[in-house]
């Protein structure tokens, strides 16, 4: 690792085998928390390049532990976090809205590294039991049309960085990393990224992959369709950028999607979303 850090502090960058080679390495628990904590570190100086973050995916890709969801046609609704908002979790939350409308939804998540709140913190804290059972998750798919997919409970890289994570409370590249390395693989995915650039990077290397993809990112800063302003879109064919009246949605304030700073706060905030929603639904007309 010391070589690759004197490397990288010459603000040299890694060619897609070595950045692929020094994360299976992390991942093989072959570097101590110091080490991981300054290589990580160096991401957070520099931008990182497209090489470099293929690499680290393809890595977390060969060490994962896949699941085959292959009988469902899946959707994954992800984002980045690192946005520095500190917004409930929406992306979870829309995941089972998505799910209620009638789609198979293979959500994947973490802990928060740099917020309040991730989308694991709010599952466990409602009483969801990670599991990485294959049966049991093919289970909740055909029963409910939802799974969650605990990120360490698939990847020992996301289990072997989660002290430093904990410890730095920063944005990092695995916060990049998190929606590309879903170990079930769906067939689509709508992804909130934290910048325009990221949003880029993402749009190049998804386009040579065989998913259906929406990339979202909202011009003010959120990894969300927020409904504070315009969004840009990029999907398999199309980039345009969109505002809330092309959803039929009037602009709302930030301090509307603001989380409450805790897991318990924040969870409140989710349950009464959905409770809303519910009410609402339920008085659409010849609704059962």
Same mark, same amino acid.
């Given at each position: 690792?010391?070589?690759?850090?004197? +490397?990288?502090?010459? +603000?040299?960058?890694?060619?897609?085998?070595?950045?692929?080679?020094?994360?299976?390495?992390?991942?093989?628990?072959?570097?101590?928390?110091?080490?991981?904590?300054?290589?990580?570190?160096?991401?957070?100086?520099?931008?990182?390049?497209?090489?470099?973050?293929?690499?680290?995916?393809?890595? *977390?890709?060969?060490?994962?532990?896949?699941?085959?969801?292959?009988?469902?046609?899946?959707?994954?609704?992800?984002?980045?976090?690192?946005?520095?908002?500190?917004?409930?979790?929406?992306?979870?939350?829309?995941?089972?809205?998505?799910?209620?409308?009638?789609?198979?939804?293979?959500?994947?998540?973490?802990?928060?590294?740099?917020?309040?709140?991730?989308?694991?913190?709010?599952?466990?804290?409602?009483? +969801?039991?990670?599991?990485?059972?294959?049966?049991?998750?093919?289970?909740?798919?055909?029963?409910?049309?939802?799974?969650? *997919?605990?990120?360490?409970?698939?990847?020992?890289?996301?289990?072997?960085?989660?002290?430093?994570?904990?410890?730095?409370?920063?944005?990092?590249?695995?916060?990049?990393?998190?929606?590309?390395?879903?170990?079930?693989?769906?067939?689509?995915?709508?992804?909130?990224?934290?910048? *325009?650039?990221?949003?880029?990077?993402?749009? +190049?290397?998804?386009?040579?992959?065989?998913?259906?993809?929406?990339?979202?990112?909202?011009?003010?800063?959120?990894?969300?369709?927020?409904?504070?302003?315009?969004?840009?879109? *990029?999907?398999?064919?199309?980039?345009?950028?969109?505002?809330?009246?092309?959803?039929?949605?009037?602009?709302?304030?930030?301090?509307?999607?603001?989380?409450?700073?805790?897991?318990?706060?924040?969870?409140?905030?989710?349950?009464?979303?959905?409770?809303?929603?519910?009410?609402?639904?339920?008085?659409?007309?010849?609704?059962?």
């Amino acid at each position: 690792m010391r070589d690759i850090l004197s +490397y990288l502090f010459e +603000y040299k960058r890694l060619s897609l085998q070595e950045a692929e080679e020094i994360l299976l390495e992390i991942a093989g628990g072959k570097h101590s928390d110091a080490e991981i904590a300054a290589f990580i570190t160096v991401f957070n100086m520099r931008t990182i390049s497209i090489d470099e973050l293929a690499g680290f995916r393809n890595a *977390l890709l060969k060490t994962s532990m896949p699941i085959d969801l292959s009988g469902f046609n899946t959707i994954d609704l992800c984002g980045t976090g690192g946005d520095g908002k500190d917004t409930f979790n929406i992306s979870t939350l829309s995941a089972f809205v998505v799910a209620g409308a009638g789609a198979t939804v293979a959500k994947h998540g973490n802990y928060a590294a740099s917020s309040g709140c991730g989308s694991s913190n709010v599952m466990e804290h409602l009483g +969801y039991k990670f599991s990485n059972d294959h049966d049991r998750l093919r289970k909740e798919l055909d029963n409910c049309g939802i799974t969650f *997919l605990h990120a360490p409970f698939f990847n020992p890289a996301m289990k072997n960085v989660a002290p430093v994570r904990r410890a730095l409370r920063l944005k990092t590249f695995f916060n990049m990393l998190g929606p590309m390395v879903n170990p079930g693989r769906p067939q689509n995915q709508i992804v909130g990224v934290f910048s *325009l650039e990221l949003a880029r990077m993402y749009n +190049y290397l998804y386009q040579l992959s065989n998913v259906n993809y929406c990339i979202i990112h909202s011009l003010d800063g959120y990894d969300e369709i927020s409904l504070t302003g315009d969004f840009k879109v *990029l999907t398999n064919n199309s980039d345009r950028i969109l505002s809330p009246s092309n959803l039929g949605m009037p602009i709302v304030k930030a301090k509307e999607l603001a989380g409450s700073g805790d897991i318990p706060g924040t969870a409140a905030i989710f349950m009464n979303v959905l409770n809303k929603g519910l009410k609402s639904v339920s008085k659409l007309p010849n609704h059962p």
